[in-house]
């Protein structure tokens, strides 16, 4: 069993900035990978970055740029960097632990999330 939870959260303006975190425990066995995804109320969930395997990271294609991912493995910590957002990045923000070919699936272990509003 694996758990995460976020933190971080809040209201932004447009064009500031925002970390999100993720404290990650218990037990991951096998090939796992983390990363983050998102949902904006009423839409489908939307993959925002992971790591892969051999340590690097993929940020979704819209989102590079702006978004990066980092973590510090010494404190199982997990994070998200928001650099300008822009009001479409208002959404509930997760972190997910999964086994890496099934990353941008959407399927693997998260925490409760944690919002994000960008206003004007």
């Known amino acids: 069993q694996v758990y995460l939870q976020e933190s971080g959260g809040g209201s932004v303006q447009a064009g500031g900035s925002l970390r999100l975190s993720c404290v990650v425990s218990?037990?991951?066995?096998?090939?796992?990978?983390l990363g983050w995804f998102r949902q904006a109320s009423g839409k489908e969930p939307e993959g925002v970055g992971f790591?892969?395997?051999?340590?690097?990271?993929t940020i979704a294609d819209r989102l590079k740029g702006r978004f990066s991912i980092s973590q510090d493995v010494a404190k199982r910590t997990l994070y998200l960097h928001l650099n300008n957002p822009q009001l479409e990045d208002t959404a509930m923000y997760y972190c997910?632990?999964?086994?890496?070919?099934?990353?941008?699936?959407?399927?693997?272990?998260r925490g409760q999330g944690t919002q994000v509003t960008v206003s004007s």
């Open positions: 790591f892969e395997s051999d340590g690097s990271e």
């Open positions: 997910q632990a999964d086994l890496c070919w099934r990353s941008w699936l959407l399927k693997g272990y």
């Open positions: 218990g037990n991951m066995e096998g090939n796992y990978c």
